[in-house]
Every structure is written in structure tokens, then in C-alpha cells.
């Protein structure tokens, strides 16, 4: 609830921009699909823009029309991947499953460096 409160605040000073860092992380799978959900029937309504930082690449590909995968330290463009899946996105598509892939190999290196 507190979620779609801080949505709705935010969304009440009409932005033209909506910045959005890690919203759904704490929530549970069922709860975050749904905001996911109203996060998209709210954009596709009112067409703003929306800066969404996730970890979850499932969640950008969801999402997103452009992915930016970033460098870890320093933190720079790695690469933009661009998603042409139509919504409504299917998860088990060849398509999302292919961009899922390209990010992944993209941040793979990153994760490595990281464990070190």
C-alpha cells in the first residue's frame, strides 16, 4: 500500500518526467506484478516519461521500451538495448527470452569483477 501511495503522491504533481529508483524491490512477486501492472496502464494513459532503475532484468524487459545497462565502478553506459516486444510482454516470447539473454552477457563481467 505504501508503494501505490508514493506512486499516487508522485503522480499527483503531474511530472512531466517520473523518476523511479528500485520502487518494487521490497515487495512480494504478487504484488509487485500488479504494480507493474498499473505502472504500465498509468504511462500508457498520461504517455510520460519514466526513468525506472531495477536490478531485475525481467522486470526492465516488462517495462521498458529501451534498456540501459550500466558499468558497475565507475558507473557508466554500457550499452542501450532497444525492446520491440508488443505489450502485452509474454515472458516465455523468443523475443524477451533473446533480450533477457543480451543483457545478462552484458552484465556478466560485471557481476564477475564484482566478485572478486
Not at 502485452?88 to 524477451?96: K, L, M, N, Y
Request: proline share 6%; aromatic share 4%.
Amino acid at each position: 500500500m505504501k508503494q501505490r501511495v508514493g506512486l499516487a503522491r508522485a503522480l499527483a504533481l503531474e511530472p512531466e518526467v517520473l523518476l523511479m529508483d528500485e520502487p518494487f524491490a521490497a515487495l512480494d512477486a504478487q504484488t509487485r506484478s500488479l504494480l507493474q501492472e498499473e505502472l504500465l496502464a498509468i504511462w500508457q494513459r498520461d504517455a510520460k516519461t519514466v526513468l525506472f532503475v531495477t536490478h531485475s532484468i525481467p522486470e526492465a524487459i516488462f517495462l521498458a521500451d529501451r534498456i540501459v545497462v550500466m558499468t558497475s565502478h565507475p558507473g557508466r553506459v554500457k550499452a542501450v538495448i532497444d525492446v520491440v516486444d508488443p505489450r502485452p510482454r509474454d515472458v516465455t516470447s523468443a523475443e524477451f527470452n533473446r533480450v533477457q539473454r543480451a543483457v545478462m552477457e552484458l552484465l556478466r563481467p560485471e557481476i564477475q569483477r564484482a566478485a572478486r
